[in-house]
């Protein structure tokens, strides 16, 4: 499955945003998914995560009452809507897909290219 996410920009502290990550390939209710996110000089870290179908979520704690992760199987698109956007939220964000559900990144085995979240104080 190839994944493309986008929707990253920049935005005051306080503000929101929206990702997107569309799979093409094949069908996306076949994986779980989540997000992580690099911010410079750090390691990437996870950021949500979600089941195949969406009955469970899973948050770091960093973002947890801020960000939703959800996702459309019928769009074969998963979102991350990001609210109360902080400074040390600037990073890039990517998208994953796995076969189960899971916060470690290592289980991820396909990975969006990225895009860049800036938020200004």
């Known amino acids: 499955v190839q994944l493309q996410a986008c929707g990253g920009g920049l935005v005051q502290a306080g503000g929101s945003l929206r990702l997107s990550c569309a799979a093409s390939?094949?069908?996306?209710?076949?994986?779980?998914m989540g997000w992580f996110r690099q911010a410079p000089g750090k390691e990437r870290e996870f950021v949500a995560a979600?089941?195949?179908?969406?009955?469970?979520?899973y948050y770091a704690d960093s973002v947890k009452g801020r960000f939703t992760i959800s996702r459309d199987n019928a769009k074969n698109t998963g979102y991350l809507q990001m609210n109360s956007l902080k400074p040390e939220d600037t990073a890039v964000y990517y998208c994953?897909?796995?076969?189960?559900?899971?916060?470690?990144?290592?289980?991820?085995?396909?990975w969006g290219q990225g895009t860049q979240v800036t938020v200004s104080s």
């Open positions: 994953a897909a796995a076969r189960g559900v899971t916060m470690s990144e290592t289980e991820y085995d396909y």
């Open positions: 979600i089941s195949r179908r969406g009955g469970s979520t």
């Open positions: 390939g094949r069908t996306l209710s076949s994986y779980g």
